[in-house]
């Protein structure tokens, strides 16, 4: 698929500094907000490193969408390696996500995906058509720090710092699109969650 499909400055890391960087990622999954039993839509999900320990949080009921098919090859098998499943892989636009999924979700999770994100409004938009009301909507972005500060195992890592978000210019592109602030979770060393809420309108 050609990269130009993607969306800029998103690609995939290597495993091991990704290991390095994320060595909980169900802990981090679980400050974010994500409980038992919630229905939650992993977007762009890559290779699975966040997927599989949230199938196994949540007893199997996620979606993972990603649009890379060798990406959902390499999350499926890490879900196959942790013993767990998911409800339904997508292989999708993330921007295309309304219509997508066959059940409101309690929950949406992006992590480090939004700072490439041409629309962001739009797929907020997206994702608030897919979320019940009052579901949460959580996106995992590099903190704005300069990209030779960000260091895992000894190299700088991350998108460019001219593409790094502070958290409130995150909230300034995903409120329009039916969302209200609710917290903000730093996740050690260099990320922070930015979760919201949909306005409940239905």
């Known amino acids: 698929m050609p ?4 969306f800029p400055a998103t690609a995939m890391p290597d495993s091991d500094w990704w290991s390095a960087l994320w060595p909980d990622p169900e802990g981090a ?4 907000g994500i409980e038992p039993q ?12 966040f997927t599989a320990p949230l199938a196994r949080l949540v007893g199997g009921r996620v979606y993972g969408v990603d649009l890379d098919p060798a990406m959902l090859d390499k999350a499926r098998a890490a879900v196959g390696r942790a013993g767990v499943a998911v409800r339904q892989w997508i292989r999708a636009d993330a ?18 995906t939004f700072h490439g994100v041409p629309d962001q409004t739009g797929l907020s938009s997206g994702v608030a058509a897919v979320l019940k009301p009052g579901g949460a909507f ?3 972005n590099w903190h704005p720090l300069p990209r030779e500060k960000t260091v895992v195992l000894g190299a700088p890592r991350g998108p460019k710092t001219e593409m790094r978000m502070a958290p409130e210019a995150v909230r300034a592109v995903v409120e ?3 969302f209200e ?3 903000l979770v730093e996740l050690p060393p260099y990320h922070y969650g930015a ?7 239905d």
């Open 181 to 183: 602030w609710q917290r």
């Open 95 to 112: 921007m295309d996500l309304a219509g997508l999924i066959p059940e409101k979700a309690d929950f949406v999770l992006i992590a480090n």
């Open 176 to 178: 329009p699109a039916g």
């Open 195 to 201: 979760v919201f809420h949909r306005i409940e309108s």
């Open 29 to 32: 999954l679980r400050a974010l």
């Open 138 to 140: 959580a996106i995992v």
């Open 3 to 6: 990269s130009e499909d993607f």
């Open 38 to 49: 919630m229905t939650v839509v992993d977007l762009c999900c890559g290779d699975g490193h």
